[in-house]
């Protein structure tokens, strides 16, 4: 009983001795240009040994951050990036029991220079009980009807007599370009 009090006493004071031992950082993140606090920055700390994540944390209101318990006498990285300014790193080896201030770490906005807006178009869409296609997407010759086009459209069947089945299921209207095409009537 005296043993196990005895080694549980031991490895408390030993494990407090390990936290003791931790190194921590602290920093503010300004706006270079208006020297403004920078807020929901991310702050990430990686072992660059195998660059695994050792902490990361978001700077607050007035750009300020700290990392605590952090690990010492190995070489770490800190990254700070935020959408729209240049990311900051820098590599550092903490010391134990030192906070180590970055102090004020400005972030340089970045400008666009050109915005390339581009969109695509999707070949099929399904409301309700209809189904449209986007007629070019689909390939066909320079002098094809409209029967060439059908025969392309997944699902879609032209029978010899001129009957249109999708899915399996009769067409009983054709619309092109909302406006009504072709009306099957029931024989």
């Known amino acids: 009983m005296q043993k196990s009090i005895l080694l549980m006493l031991s490895l408390s004071i030993l494990a407090s001795t390990a936290l003791a031992q931790r190194g921590s950082i602290k920093g ?8 403004a606090p920078i807020e929901r920055a991310t702050i990430a700390i990686f072992n660059q040994k ?12 007035d750009g300020s951050f700290k990392l605590s318990a952090l690990p010492i006498d190995i070489s770490n990285s800190v990254t700070i990036s935020i959408m729209g300014y240049t990311t900051f790193r820098k590599a550092l080896k903490l010391k134990p029991n030192v906070s180590t201030d970055l ?32 007629a070019e997407v689909f390939k066909t010759r320079p002098n094809a009807v409209v029967e060439d086009l059908l025969r392309l459209l997944p699902g ?9 089945l999708v899915n399996g299921k009769k067409v009983n209207r054709l619309l092109i370009d909302g406006k009504r095409f072709l009306v099957m009537t029931p024989k």
């Open 28 to 35: 503010v993140i300004l706006d270079s240009i208006s020297k």
């Open 50 to 61: 195998d660059t695994s994540l050792i902490a990361y944390t978001l700077s607050q209101k």
């Open 103 to 134: 102090g004020p770490l400005t972030l340089i906005a970045r400008s666009l220079r050109e915005v390339v807006i581009k969109g695509e178009r999707t070949p099929i869409s399904v409301k309700k009980d209809t189904i449209e296609f986007d």
């Open 156 to 164: 879609v069947q032209v029978n010899y007599d001129g009957s249109i």
